[in-house]
């Protein structure tokens, strides 16, 4: 069978970039491969909604039931890419069928870390990435007691807020010193410390794990000092990895990600490679860099169109995270790694405030608790690499847009 664009991974990225072909006037026939047997679907609510159990599936559909056979885009669900011929532009799938095409794109998102250690093989040790995932940890919940958490980033945050709120006793588990410190501040890991324990959870921080304990079943977590921290049950945040697989044994160039050039193309130009799976040149990063955001899939898809389209442009947009934890949203922009310097707006103790890094007196990134306002203006802030005065980034009196 032969497909003018074949995509594999049906995840964000990849059901963007179908949808957004279809918008622009693409009239070719679209193949979307994923391995899930489910219709695409919206990640972030996963850690969130969807583990408290407030939200239907169907809410978390990215398009309605009927939209992909109307916008003529085949699916193939529950079905995996095999094998990727780069040289004679061919596919293979599981289910047996060969596909040529004119263009493919890699959207094969992350693939979770795993524990490696003592133990970690027993039952009720579970990681969150899929919709699956989610409805075996609420199936397995709601008999759970004692949870443990294995991780102190976004992730790991987000599932001890959920189980909380259902009323479960939670203790958190990072290696780190603080939360979050690959991706922000001491000043905004403070302040998520403080929450998670005003809500009683209990962080174990700078904690290493030797082992899981339990007979079949997990009992415990073992830390490196030997004390063994309870649990019924244990869920895995310790992030992703590129999932690069497909692109290796077709002989495309990786390196910690799918390498892919300003218009999202691989070594191999008819072969493009989108989302958490890519590893881009970013402007806001310095050099090549892998993000694993909405914001990026979404990007990263339009700028793939565009390519396709016969339209190659340059992607240059800023990073955007965000994350909901109780009450409080945390939305950033931009890149911490480089900052030197950070200015705090409003009282870092209690919402709204927000965090303006700075690297050389310019703005290089955002984080904004509470604080929409700042967020929209922190884009444009990072975009143009402004340099505000100090004295008037830190007064949350005055609009951070006027700063721009």
């Given at each position: ?20 072909l279809r918008r622009k006037g693409f009239g070719g026939s679209i193949l979307l491969v994923g391995d ?171 904690s290493a794990i030797s082992g899981l304990e339990g007979e079949g079943q997990v009992s415990g977590v ?64 310095g050099g090549l860099w892998r993000l694993e955001s909405v914001q990026h899939a979404n990007d990263s ?104």
């Amino acid at each position: 069978m032969y497909r003018d664009v074949v995509i594999v991974g049906a995840g964000h990225a990849g059901a963007e970039l179908a949808s957004t072909l279809r918008r622009k006037g693409f009239g070719g026939s679209i193949l979307l491969v994923g391995d899930e047997p489910v219709a695409p679907y919206e990640r972030p609510p996963l850690s969130k909604a969807c583990l408290l159990g407030t939200i239907e599936i169907e809410r978390i559909l990215l398009r309605e039931s009927d939209y992909w056979s109307t916008a003529a885009i085949e699916l193939a669900l529950g079905c995996a890419a095999t094998a990727l011929d780069a040289e004679k532009d061919g596919l293979q799938l599981s289910d047996g069928r060969h596909v040529d095409f004119a263009w493919c794109v890699l959207a094969t998102g992350g693939k979770v870390r795993k524990l490696n250690c003592p133990g970690s093989d027993l039952a009720g040790i579970y990681y969150l990435r899929t919709l699956r995932d989610v409805q075996a940890i609420g199936a397995a919940i709601g008999e759970a007691r004692r949870l443990v958490v294995i991780g102190g980033g976004f992730i790991g945050l987000e599932v001890a807020a959920a189980a909380r709120q259902l009323g479960k006793e939670v203790a958190l588990i990072e290696t780190q010193r603080r939360v979050l410190a690959r991706v922000t501040s001491p000043v905004v890991s403070s302040f998520y410390e403080a929450l998670h324990r005003q809500r009683g959870v209990r962080l174990l921080l700078g904690s290493a794990i030797s082992g899981l304990e339990g007979e079949g079943q997990v009992s415990g977590v073992r830390l490196a000092d030997g004390t063994v921290e309870p649990a019924d049950l244990v869920v895995v945040g310790i992030g992703i990895d590129a999932d690069t697989g497909l692109a290796e044994q077709a002989g495309l160039a990786c390196d910690a990600g799918i390498l892919v050039d300003e218009a999202c193309r691989t070594s191999q130009p008819r072969i493009l490679a989108i989302g958490d799976c890519s590893r881009h040149p970013n402007d806001f990063a310095g050099g090549l860099w892998r993000l694993e955001s909405v914001q990026h899939a979404n990007d990263s898809a339009g700028a793939a169109a565009d390519t396709i389209l016969g339209n190659p442009g340059i992607y240059r947009e800023v990073p955007t995270f965000w994350s909901d934890q109780y009450e409080c949203r945390l939305q950033t922009a931009g890149l911490t790694k480089d900052a030197d310097e950070i200015v705090v707006r409003g009282d870092a103790g209690q919402v709204p405030f927000s965090v303006v890094y700075l690297q050389e007196g310019r703005v290089v990134a955002v984080d904004a608790i509470n604080a929409p306002k700042d967020f929209m203006a922190a884009r444009h802030l990072v975009r143009s690499g402004a340099r505000p005065d100090r004295k008037l980034l830190a007064d949350p009196s005055i609009a951070l847009k006027s700063l721009a």
